[in-house]
């Protein structure tokens, strides 16, 4: 393993893949193999299972974690490891790539570790699930999406070229299903332009 471990930066791939087998995922992924490649750019890992001898090659993207902060390298691969652990521990009964199974060992190793893996396989996805209040213009339709439940304001960068373009206002179109109506969340249009 030593000739073919590559190292981004100061990090070693294999090296945290062999602890976190022992650490999280009781040995069992002996006949599991890391590599980088540099032509997968649509997801930051892939774990590939051979179904004939039972083994996993687990992929990580190159050109999109190169530049991430090391933890989400690090969410990335341990994510892909609990696909190789269902796999080869044949305790996959959902059937759901993300499903009970996944997200029962997800959470177990995200309080243990304090990673923070989630079910999915992109950055722009997570993004996305994560950016739930949205705003949009009255007049151009523009959309703001935001993961905290802040309203564009002059505060933000782009704010004077859309004033500068556009004199339509924003007002929230949605926000998270949970998300409870503080004195704050959903007030009338003119409200946000008055602080
Ligand atoms: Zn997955
Ligand atoms: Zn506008």
């Keep these: 393993m030593a000739e073919d471990s590559q190292v981004i930066g100061y990090f070693d791939i294999h090296e945290i893949f062999v602890a976190f087998n022992q650490l999280y995922f009781e040995g069992k992924l002996e006949r599991v193999t890391v590599e980088w490649s540099k032509r997968m750019t649509l997801c930051a890992g892939l774990c590939e299972c051979c179904v004939v001898n039972k083994s996993c090659r687990i992929k990580l993207s190159e050109p999109l974690l190169l530049w991430r902060p090391i933890t989400d390298v690090v969410d990335t691969l341990l994510h892909e490891c609990i696909h190789a652990y269902l796999f080869i521990t044949d305790s996959i009964t959902d059937r759901d790539a993300h499903g009970r199974d996944f997200v029962y060992h997800m959470n177990r190793i995200n309080r243990e570790a304090g990673s923070h893996i989630t079910i999915y396989h992109s950055f722009t996805e997570q993004v996305e699930y994560y950016r739930q209040h949205h705003w949009k213009c009255t007049k151009c339709d523009w959309v703001v999406k935001r993961a905290m439940n802040r309203a564009p304001s002059f505060k933000d960068p782009w704010w004077n070229i859309h004033q500068r373009r556009c004199d339509g206002q924003f007002y ?11 004195s704050l969340g959903m007030l009338p249009l003119e409200t946000y332009f008055s602080k």
């Design 172 to 182: 929230k179109v949605k926000q998270p299903p949970s998300y409870k109506k503080r």
